[in-house]
């Protein structure tokens, strides 16, 4: 089974530290990197290659919506997977069109972030790579 690796993004460490024991302890999942706002997520991605971005919305510095609308000019076939506190139906319109795959609320618990988290990474492995010709 492949290793999935995923990046973190959230300003509250033991925040961080719960998702990174909870989706470690998926088989197939790794963390590979946390970050603490969106410029550091921006710079930890592109260093890294996460295969998905968990991020965020409200971060100090710079937040999950400015970061996804870099991520997504760089990394366009990352997804990335919205976690929040503040989701809302304009946040969720807002979260779409710079990027974001899926927004989740953090008040709906872990079972629904799991499965945002295994849909994308499923839809992602079946895309086929930019960089591939297809012959």
């Known amino acids: 089974m492949p290793n999935f690796r995923i990046l973190i993004a959230d300003d509250h460490e033991i925040v961080r530290k719960g998702l990174r024991s909870m989706l470690e302890a998926h088989a197939g999942w790794e963390v590979c990197g946390e970050a603490v706002d969106g410029t550091e997520t921006v710079l930890k991605a592109t260093q890294l290659q996460p295969d998905l971005v ?25 997804p990335i997977v919205m976690y929040t ?14 990027g974001v795959r899926c927004v989740v609320a953090k008040e709906d618990g872990v079972q629904p972030l ?3 988290i295994e849909t ?3 839809k992602s492995r079946s895309r086929p790579d ?4 297809m012959r």
């Open 54 to 78: 968990l991020i965020d919305f409200r971060m100090h510095q710079s937040d999950g919506l400015t970061a996804a609308t870099q991520l997504n000019r760089i990394m366009p076939s990352v």
């Open 85 to 98: 506190l503040y989701k809302t139906d304009e946040l969720e319109a807002a979260a779409k069109l710079v």
């Open 114 to 116: 799991l499965s945002a």
């Open 120 to 122: 994308e990474l499923a």
């Open 130 to 133: 930019p960089g591939i010709s």
